[in-house]
Each structure stands twice: as structure tokens, then as C-alpha cells.
């Protein structure tokens, strides 16, 4: 069997990258919030959803649209349930730094760039070409083997939800978001919006920074309807007048929420600038100085939960977004919070801040920590498989970040990513929601080796 899956990667992989490729020419960015209508993520999800459910159909695969909220390929059919492969099609925003088109996949020196490459679009790309390998070797499994391509992983996570309302939960669900061997555990997570009372008369005309909740932002723009500032240019700010106005462009580095030690928050220079040159007084001073608090922490300080425990370690807090709409300031936060705070008390503190400037909170996205014991048999057959296949030893571990893996009964974090995959990679280039997104070509031909035979194992055991 071993000769017979490395054959097949070798003969599939040119046709596995330009499934990616054209996956990652898809601009598929979800909405903070669902539209109304056929498509609640917006086209570009859709277009991504049905290019892979064509693709799926094309391998003899049966494909099954919900509703636009995410799609599912199966092979096989069984009344003792399914293994699931849950991956997302979405993607953050490319932001700034890029060297290239960040939706045109760039094949150079044995990987390939562009936004999606390793979050999330690869893994699906790998996880279409497992499911190639069992419809092609017409294996007779116990179970059927379910595909789940969601829509919404980047900003709501409301896919999953209606897909578990809707259809019926995996019996195990593998999730390729991560990295090997398997993870067992995420943080709490928590995304929403403070929004300000109208502010009227305020000599602040733009404020624009972020591209998500869940990205540490690496611009703030600023313009302001006044001259006679100080003006800066020292690489991370840079202020000047143009006709009678101030524009103050503030510079930072990327990051994902769930590490946001490694970025350096451009909100929070902007806001410092505007606080210490007294531009704003009153109520509007009140919601900057909120702004500071959120944007100059990260574990939680300016809305009071800070907090650690032994398995998660210390709770996190970005100020992701921070936009000024029909006088009216919109204050994006992500919040990482491990069992040491319980949910209701996370809240009030999130609340009684919002009070404080009188504004309102909308919380769409609001989940515990999900954790799996290490000694749950369907962990210890991952791990059992891992160290047969690689001749590693596995040693579950938990994360900061958020995967689907939280929404399912028995969902693990498993690959497609290996330890050391970002060792040469400069800072604040090619991890995931940074520019030059990258992944190595090897990693997914030994991802796709090792999908394959753990799905057979899983099979053979659950």
C-alpha cells in the first residue's frame, strides 16, 4: 500500500497544485457578518465552493451544496457514519508587503506563494486528492468519508454551525488547519465590535486601519481636519500637511491574533499621536483612550480579563479593526481565552468597558475552549499512526488559535503543516495572513501520504 499511495502522489501532485492554483486565483473573502441572499459569504466564497464541488464531481465524488454555507464530498456510503475532513475556503485579506499578485500562485524553489496557499486552500487541495486516492483505489471502507468545505472560518465561523444544524456530525472529524502531529486543544475565542456614540464636530475626517479582527494591523490612516501638527517621519509614523489638512499614516507588522507578540499594532501609534497632541477632547478622547488600552495590550489588560492557566497559558486581546463610519468609531477586537476565566465573567469585562463609553457591542462570535483528553482513543490512534508512518514520536499539544475542530464532537487539529516548515521564513513574511503566504510543496506531497493512511486506519478502528 505504501508504494501504492507514493506513486499516486508523485503522479498527482502537478495536478494538485493547479487545482491550488486556481483555487487561489479566487478572491474569497467572507463578510464580518452573512449577507442576506443565495450567497451569505459573498461570491467570491461561492465561486471557491463551486469550483471544488466541480472538481469533486469530476473525481466521481458526490457533492452536496448547504446552502452556500459550506459544501460536502463524500465517497462512500455507510450507515456506520463518517470520518470527516473538515477544511475552509476562505481567506483573510492580502494586506500590504506582497512581492507579487498575492492571487497568483507563485511556484519558485520547491513552494508555492499566495494568499490561502497554507490557510486553508492547500489543505483542501490535499484533502480533494485523499479523497482521489480512495475513490480511485474503490476501496470497500466501514465508514463514509466526508469532505466539509466551509466559507466562513476567517470571520464569523457561522458555516459550521448551520452545517452540524443541518446534516448529521462525523463520528471523527480531521481538521488540516494546523500542525502535525495533532492538536487536542484550542483557547476560548471571542470577536466583536464596540461601536462609539455619534461624535459630532470632531476634526478627525478618516480613521481606517485593519483588514480583520483576527490581524494584528500593520497600517493606521488618519486624516485631520487641522494644520499645525507636529510633523513625524520616523518609519513607523509619518505625519504631514496636505491643503490645509493633517494626514498621519502610522506602520506596523502583521500578525495573527492568536500570536500577536510577534506583530506591532499600528493603532496604537496612530491613536498615541492624536492622544498626546490633544487633537480630540471630550467623549471622543474617552473612546481613544479605550482604543489605547485595546491596541498597546495584548493579553487582555485594557479590558480587565487578563489571565493564565498550566494548558493555554495566558489569555490574548487585539485591537484588530478601528474605522470611523457616519461619525461613529467601530472598535474590532479578537480575544484567546484559555479555562482559567469562565465565560460569563469574560463578558462583563468586555461590557462594562463598552459601557464606559456608552457605546454598543455586537458579539457574534463567542466560543469556549475547546479540549480533548490526550487518552481518548481516537487521539491515541492519530498519534499511533503519525509515529508509525513518520517514525516520530507524537506528542499531542493545544493552541491559540481557532479551528473548526471546536464545532465537532471529536474534532482534532491534525496537519497539514510539519515543526520546522517556517524556520527559514524572514519576519512577518509567509505564515499565515502575512504577506508572501507560503507552502512548501513537499509538505503537502507528505500530508497527502499521511491523510490517506490514517483515514484507512481510522476506518479499520472507529
Given at each position: 500500500m505504501k508504494e501504492q499511495i507514493q506513486r499516486f502522489i508523485e503522479e498527482n501532485t502537478p495536478a494538485m497544485l493547479e487545482d491550488l492554483r486556481r483555487l487561489v486565483a479566487i478572491p474569497s473573502m467572507a463578510p464580518v457578518v452573512p449577507a442576506s441572499g443565495r450567497y451569505p459569504y459573498l461570491e467570491?466564497?461561492?465561486?471557491?465552493?463551486?469550483?471544488?464541488?466541480?472538481?469533486?464531481?469530476?473525481?466521481?465524488?458526490?457533492?452536496?451544496?448547504?446552502?452556500?454555507h459550506c459544501g460536502v464530498l463524500s465517497y462512500g456510503s455507510s450507515a456506520a457514519g463518517s470520518i470527516g475532513i473538515a477544511c475552509h475556503l476562505d481567506v483573510v485579506p492580502p494586506g500590504s508587503g506582497w512581492s507579487h499578485d498575492p492571487f497568483d500562485m507563485v511556484e519558485k524553489d520547491g513552494r508555492v506563494y499566495g494568499r490561502?496557499?497554507?490557510?486553508?486552500?492547500?489543505?483542501?487541495?490535499?484533502?480533494?486528492?485523499a479523497m482521489k486516492f480512495l475513490q480511485e483505489s474503490g476501496l470497500a471502507l466501514k465508514h463514509r468519508v466526508d469532505l466539509i468545505l466551509g466559507c466562513d472560518e476567517e470571520t464569523g465561523m457561522?458555516?459550521?454551525?448551520?452545517?452540524?444544524?443541518?446534516?448529521?456530525?462525523?463520528?471523527?472529524?480531521?481538521?488540516?488547519?494546523?500542525?502535525f502531529p495533532v492538536c487536542i486543544g484550542e483557547k476560548g475565542l471571542c470577536e466583536g465590535d464596540i461601536i462609539s456614540r455619534p461624535i459630532d464636530n470632531s476634526p478627525i475626517v478618516v480613521f481606517e486601519a485593519g483588514v480583520a479582527s483576527n490581524v494584528v494591523p500593520d497600517k493606521a490612516h488618519v486624516v485631520i481636519d487641522r494644520a499645525g501638527l507636529p510633523p513625524v517621519d520616523?518609519?513607523?509614523?509619518?505625519v504631514r500637511e496636505e491643503n490645509g489638512q493633517t494626514i498621519l499614516d502610522a506602520f506596523g507588522r502583521s500578525a495573527h491574533a492568536s500570536t500577536p507578540e510577534k506583530g506591532d499594532n499600528a493603532i496604537a501609534k496612530a491613536v498615541r499621536?492624536?492622544?498626546?497632541?490633544?487633537?480630540?477632547?471630550?467623549y471622543e478622547r474617552e473612546v481613544l483612550e479605550l482604543c489605547w488600552d485595546l491596541s498597546s495590550t495584548i493579553y487582555g489588560e485594557g479590558f480587565g480579563v487578563a489571565c493564565e492557566e498550566e494548558v493555554f497559558k495566558k489569555l490574548t486581546c487585539i485591537c484588530g479593526t478601528l474605522n470611523k463610519k457616519e461619525e461613529r468609531y467601530l472598535i474590532g477586537f479578537n480575544i484567546r481565552w484559555p479555562m482559567a476565566i469562565d465565560a460569563e465573567a469574560l463578558k462583563a469585562g468586555i461590557e462594562l468597558c463598552c459601557d464606559d463609553i456608552g457605546g454598543e457591542l455586537f458579539l457574534p462570535l463567542f466560543d469556549p475552549p475547546h479540549y480533548i483528553d490526550p487518552d481518548h482513543p481516537g487521539v491515541r490512534t492519530l498519534c499511533d499512526c503519525y509515529d508509525r508512518v513518520t517514525g516520530e514520536q507524537c506528542e499531542p499539544y493545544v493552541v491559540y488559535g481557532a479551528t473548526y475542530a471546536r464545532y465537532f464532537p471529536l474534532g482534532l487539529t491534525y496537519g497539514p503543516s510539519f515543526v520546522?516548515?517556517?524556520?527559514?521564513?524572514?519576519?512577518?513574511?509567509?505564515?499565515?495572513h502575512q504577506p508572501d503566504e507560503v507552502m512548501p510543496i513537499?509538505?503537502?506531497?507528505?500530508a497527502l501520504g499521511l491523510y490517506i493512511e490514517t483515514l484507512l486506519e481510522l476506518d479499520s478502528v472507529l
Open positions: 467570491g466564497c461561492a465561486k471557491a465552493l463551486d469550483y471544488m464541488l466541480a472538481r469533486g464531481k469530476e473525481l466521481g465524488l458526490s457533492a452536496d451544496n448547504v446552502d452556500y490561502g496557499v497554507n490557510d486553508n486552500k492547500g489543505a483542501a487541495a490535499m484533502a480533494l486528492y457561522t458555516d459550521m454551525p448551520y452545517y452540524l444544524k443541518h446534516r448529521t456530525a462525523p463520528k471523527m472529524t480531521l481538521v488540516p488547519d494546523g500542525t520616523d518609519g513607523e509614523l509619518l499621536y492624536l492622544l498626546d497632541n490633544d487633537v480630540v477632547d471630550g520546522g516548515d517556517d524556520a527559514s521564513l524572514p519576519e512577518g513574511y509567509g505564515a499565515p513537499a509538505t503537502l506531497q507528505k
